[in-house]
Nanobody, 117 residues
Framework: QVQLVESGGGLVQVGGSLRLSCAAS????????MGWYRQAPGKQRELVAT???????NYADSVKGRCSISRDNAKNMVYLQMNSLKPEDSGVYYC???????????WGKGTLVTVSS
């Protein structure tokens, strides 16, 4: 089992910044992808950004140039720096970890981000 705990969400004004953190613990498999997804009210959960254990990244088009994902493999942490925030960035942000190939997805409970105009 793997446990994920997110932190860093909150209320921010348009154009502001937030840094989300996620701590992973438990039976963490080495060859993994860690990332962030978000879900706005009434919408499906969507990808924000992912990073493999060797540093390959993938971003949603909507956040490219505004968000940066990073991770500390030694600490089993993943971060999401979000800048120039927009109201449409609001939602619950979930941390995710999964093996590179196959296997089970694990999710955190989420942290709420609200961008006010």
């Amino acid at each position: 089992q793997v446990q994920l705990v997110e932190s860093g969400g909150g209320l921010v004004q348009v154009g502001g910044s937030l840094r989300l953190s996620c701590a992973a613990s438990g039976s963490i498999f080495r060859s993994n992808v860690m990332g962030w997804y978000r879900q706005a009210p009434g919408k499906q959960r969507e990808l924000v950004a992912t990073m493999t254990f060797v540093g390959n990244t993938n971003y949603a088009d909507s956040v490219k140039g505004r968000c940066s994902i990073s991770r500390d493999n030694a600490k089993n942490m993943v971060y999401l720096q979000m800048n120039s925030l927009k109201p449409e960035d609001s939602g619950v942000y979930y941390c995710n970890i999964r093996p590179i190939v196959g296997g089970m997805n694990y999710w955190g409970k989420g942290t709420l981000v609200t961008v006010s105009s």
